[in-house]
């Protein structure tokens, strides 16, 4: 099994501020990665899919990047509604079931 | 508007049954593989199983294979999960999912669409 370490665990940073959130595969994944934003108490949203493309509706201060091992989500100036929970999966081992980390806590400082 | 709607969870004892469904709306159901992703009280996400557009393909997380079936009607626009011999670790919240996959490219778009979710608690 494919395993997603998602570092660090919790991010205090300061609205307008930019934040950098960081996912690490087990194996190589290619660019086979999405990232999700949770809020509490609601259903998981799309971000970036394919490792770098922004999903329909998504602001353009939300980028992924990355390859193979290492992914990054970066929000370059936090807004209030973007403190939250951020999960990245992967989707490489297809047409088994993908595999998410366990999430990074995006919280006010 | 496009939108998924999960019924059916509740709180049922070890060992018993639950069948979640999901209906779907504002899309063209059929076209889509479509998913279950559970999430444990406080903990991360799950993807628990997919079903591919026309019933095809399915496939389960080895923590609930055996005892988790998933199956759609497209007719109906609706998803479903048979659970089975259900244990205290299947406590969570599940949601269904459309997961855009193009087959014939072989693109994935991910997990663009999620219900609001619903709870099942198993507990004696």
């Known amino acids: 099994e494919i395993v997603m370490t998602q570092s660090p665990a919790t991010l205090s940073v300061s609205p307008g501020e930019r934040a950098t959130l960081s996912c690490r595969a087990s194996q190589s994944v290619s660019s086979n990665l999405a990232w999700y934003q949770q809020k509490p108490g609601q259903a998981p949203r799309l971000l970036i899919y394919?490792?770098?493309t922004r999903a329909t509706g998504i602001p353009a201060r939300f980028s992924g990047s990355g390859s193979g091992t290492e992914f990054t989500l970066t929000i370059s100036s936090l807004q209030s509604e973007d403190f939250a929970v951020y999960y990245c999966q992967q989707y490489n081992n297809w047409p088994g079931l993908g595999t998410f980390g366990q999430g990074t806590k995006v919280e006010i400082k | 508007q496009v939108q998924l709607v999960e019924s059916g969870g509740g709180l049922v004892k070890p060992g018993g049954s639950l069948r979640l469904s999901c209906a779907a709306s504002?899309?063209?159901?059929?076209?889509?593989?479509m998913s279950w992703i559970r999430q444990a009280p406080g903990k991360g996400l799950e993807w628990v199983s997919y079903i591919s557009s026309s019933s095809s393909y399915t496939n389960y997380a080895d923590s609930v294979k055996g005892r988790f079936t998933i199956s759609r009607d497209n007719a109906k626009n609706s998803l479903y999960l048979q659970m089975n011999s259900l244990r205290a670790e299947d406590t969570a919240v599940y949601y269904c999912?459309?997961?855009?996959?193009?087959?014939?490219?072989?693109?994935?778009?991910?997990?663009?669409?999620w219900g609001q979710g619903t709870t099942v608690t198993v507990s004696s």
């Open positions: 394919g490792a770098s």
């Open positions: 504002g899309f063209t159901f059929s076209d889509y593989y």
């Open positions: 999912a459309r997961w855009d996959y193009d087959i014939l490219t072989g693109t994935h778009y991910g997990m663009d669409v």
